[in-house]
């Protein structure tokens, strides 16, 4: 009977944990395809990105990301927050990432936040939600 209690606990967490899984709200996956849509842009981009003074491609690039984005998982809740965790800087340097193109560079954050403005554009015409 000592058990008892332990297996009643054990029970409530696990009804908890489903619980929260299946009430995951519309607004968790909408945020999450819009940091996948990121991610896919920076790694199909040609342009470089200046990480602590070097310069990627973005095929490895998004793979810096990606580690990040991982490491940050329960910290990033919305595009905005990858962006700011993942995007930003170097947080070892402080140094922040840039996109270099043809005609100069810009932080990676503005790119990624300019990248994230025109998704949502896009999604917001396709479901007829654009003003």
Known sequence: MTNRPIFIIAALTALAFAAEAATESPSQSESEAAIEFLLARVASSELEFVRNGKTYP??????????????????????????????????????????????????????????????????????????
């Open 58 to 131: 973005g095929s490895e690039a998004v793979n810096h990301m990606r580690r990040k984005y991982d490491y940050y998982a329960a910290r990033i809740h919305s595009p905005e927050e990858f962006i700011e965790l993942a995007g930003t800087k170097s947080v070892i340097s402080g140094k922040a990432y840039k996109i270099r193109d043809v005609d100069g560079e810009v932080p990676a954050a503005e790119w990624l936040r300019n990248v994230l403005a025109e998704y949502r554009n896009a999604k917001d015409s396709r479901d007829g939600t654009a003003e």
